[in-house]
């Protein structure tokens, strides 16, 4: 599936635990900062389809608002027991102090968008 860089926030706005919900080229993204790292997976948690933004960045992972999965940023993979699938994860690059995010050239399908938004905590 081809790819590409779309520009995505300025490097500066981004600080270390930080994540911003995004939509690029359809497509829903969160875009972290960790370990000093831009990382983006996309904003759809594996479990039960909820929204990850507004989830704890901690130590190169996200945890889902909903019911509390963890997932690696850097590798999408499910932390712990829980062994939910994956989430996929989109390149990122940072040029001229923007971070740009690769994402596919194709629409994503209903399965790749977020249906529910987490419970109040
Ligand atoms: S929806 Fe993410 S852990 Fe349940």
Known sequence: ?????????????????????LILNGWPVLLCRTNGAARAVIN??????????????????????????IFNLETGVCAGAAGYGPLKVFATRVMDGRIAVAVPDTAPGPGQSPVRTPRPG
Do not use: K, N, W, Y
């Not at 759809?44 to 999965?69: E, F, K, W, Y």
């Open 1 to 21: 599936m081809d790819a590409t860089f779309h520009d995505a926030l300025a490097d500066a706005d981004l600080a270390e635990g930080q994540a911003r919900a």
């Open 44 to 69: 759809r948690c594996t479990h039960a389809d909820s929204q990850l933004s507004g989830g704890r960045i901690r130590r190169g992972s996200v945890i889902c608002p909903d019911h509390g999965a």
